[in-house]
């Protein structure tokens, strides 16, 4: 098992900025990193990915936001620029495991960006 614990979010000013951060209890070896998010009253969408060597990232957050890892610290993160009203929601990491490839979640952070 692996826990995902998140944090970085807050509230925050529209064209303000946040450093989204998801440590694993454990080195694991990833296939796939992914932040969702989900909005008030909306489905959770993906918005940044690494899958092997690929960034992918909506196009909603293209030239906004960027997706790294850390692997000595067994982080991922999620930097935020420019955020807008629209970017307000409760941000999740996903790290899919090579080999089981199970998939794990962090518990959530919430990001609210005023107008």
């Known amino acids: 098992q692996v826990q995902l614990v998140e944090s970085g979010g807050g509230l925050v000013q529209a064209g303000g900025s946040l450093r989204l951060s998801c440590v694993a209890s454990?080195?694991?070896?990833?296939?796939?990193i992914a932040w969702y998010r989900q909005a008030p009253g909306k489905q959770r969408e993906s918005v940044a990915s690494?899958?092997?060597?690929?960034?992918t990232y909506a196009d909603s957050v293209k030239g906004r936001f960027t997706i790294s890892r850390d692997n000595a610290k067994n982080t991922v993160y999620l930097q935020m620029n420019s955020l807008k009203p629209d970017d307000t929601g409760v941000y999740y990491c996903?790290?899919?495991?090579w080999g089981s490839g199970v998939d794990y979640w962090g518990q959530g952070t919430q990001v609210t960006v005023s107008s």
């Open positions: 996903k790290i899919r495991e």
């Open positions: 454990r080195s694991i070896t990833i296939v796939v």
């Open positions: 690494i899958i092997g060597g690929s960034t």
